[in-house]
């Protein structure tokens, strides 16, 4: 069974700073996917990726395929940035099995 | 983009009673998936639901406690029935693929409380 860890498990940081997550995961995937979930539990999809890197605003994902390890950054961070980041792997194309989830990072973005 | 309508949003239950729980999605897809989220934990997939078939649970779930319908390929609902505290969790129904460069999609969320 895959397995998907996440660091750090809870990050604080001040208004500005750049933010790393990292991600990593034990066996071949076909996807990893950035997700991010809010207090009132309801989770929206960032990135999906399976090579490379991508790049949406202040954020970007990028994917070591070899090492099997992914990171998600922000830039220029901000209170709103403040949620759970959630990493996930699927292992096969066009969504056949479902998801595969870390246990996510708690960030917190302090003005 | 997918919109996925999910109700309720949040329900305090009664132990040993049965919530169903709707996702209505705007687009057809061929498969829904049903995940659960205990509190302080990740999410852990329930069941994948296909239209016209019955729905393939994950080890540790099974049908009579999680029934789930696919009646067509725009709707599912998901039952938890005879409920204990214990399945006191946010419960969210989820599509893949429909977007190529976004993945998944998710419903809102059902935040359920037993007592």
């Known amino acids: 069974k895959n397995e998907v860890e996440q660091s750090p498990q809870n990050l604080t940081a001040q208004e500005g700073e750049f933010i790393t997550i990292n991600c990593s995961y034990s066996?071949?995937?076909?996807?990893l996917h950035w997700l991010q979930q809010h207090p009132g539990g309801g989770i929206v999809s960032l990135f999906m990726?399976?090579?490379g890197k991508k790049k949406h605003g202040r954020l970007i994902a990028t994917i070591n395929i070899q090492e099997k390890h992914s990171s998600l950054h922000i830039t220029a961070s901000h209170p709103r940035d403040s949620a759970v980041y959630i990493c996930?792997?699927?292992?096969?194309?066009?969504?056949?099995?479902?998801?595969?989830f870390g246990k996510g990072t708690h960030l917190i973005i302090q003005p | 983009s997918a919109v996925i309508s999910q109700k309720p949003s949040r329900d305090i239950c009664q132990r040993g009673t049965s919530l169903t729980i709707q996702c209505q999605v705007d687009?057809?897809?061929?498969?829904m998936f049903w995940y659960r989220q205990q509190p302080g934990q990740s999410l852990t997939l329930i069941a994948t639901?296909?239209?016209?078939?019955?729905?393939?649970?994950e080890s540790g779930f099974v049908i009579d406690k999680f029934p789930i319908s696919r009646p067509n390929l725009t709707f599912s609902t998901l039952t938890v029935s005879n409920m204990s505290p214990e399945d006191s969790s946010i419960y969210l129904c989820?599509?893949?693929?429909?977007?190529?460069?976004?993945?998944?999609?998710f419903g809102q969320g059902t935040r359920l409380t037993v007592v």
């Open positions: 996930a792997v699927s292992y096969s194309g066009g969504g056949a099995d479902g998801l595969t």
């Open positions: 639901a296909n239209q016209g078939s019955e729905a393939t649970y």
């Open positions: 687009s057809q897809v061929t498969m």
């Open positions: 990726l399976s090579s």
């Open positions: 066996v071949g995937i076909s996807a």
């Open positions: 989820s599509v893949e693929g429909l977007v190529a460069s976004v993945g998944a999609f």
